[in-house]
């Protein structure tokens, strides 16, 4: 069983930064897809960056330049460095996995496992 938690969510400034982090436990197998999703109430889910095995690193257009996704491999940790935030970042953020590649990173419907999600708030 993969379980994935989050934490490093909080307020921050325009302009400002955070770092979000996720430990992944379980088989990793299954995670070979790994992704930072964000949701505001109303709306759908976005993907925001994701790493596989066969693309990558790859950002949503409204963050590149501005997030980096990486991993410590050895200890199973995900993170999302975000800089230059904006008041529309502000969003609850999910880390997800699959044990899907490619295509199967970029959606939603393909994610088998989630975190409980962790609040990003961008004040202006």
């Known amino acids: 069983q993969v379980q994935l938690m989050e934490s490093g969510g909080g307020s921050a400034e325009a302009g400002g930064s955070l770092r979000l982090s996720c430990q992944v436990s379980?088989?990793?197998?299954?995670?070979?897809?790994r992704a930072w999703w964000r949701q505001t109430p109303g709306k759908q889910r976005e993907r925001v960056a994701h790493?596989?095995?066969?693309?990558?690193?790859i950002y949503a257009a409204s963050v590149k330049g501005r997030f980096t996704i990486s991993e410590d491999s050895a200890k199973k940790i995900l993170y999302l460095e975000m800089n230059g935030l904006k008041p529309e970042d502000t969003a609850m953020y999910y880390c997800?996995?699959?044990?899907?590649?490619?295509?199967?990173?970029?959606?939603?419907?393909?994610?088998?496992?989630w975190g409980q999600g962790t609040q990003v708030t961008v004040s202006s």
């Open positions: 997800a996995a699959n044990g899907g590649r490619g295509a199967y990173c970029y959606h939603e419907r393909f994610y088998d496992y």
């Open positions: 379980g088989y990793t197998r299954s995670t070979s897809c």
């Open positions: 790493i596989d095995y066969d693309d990558g690193e």
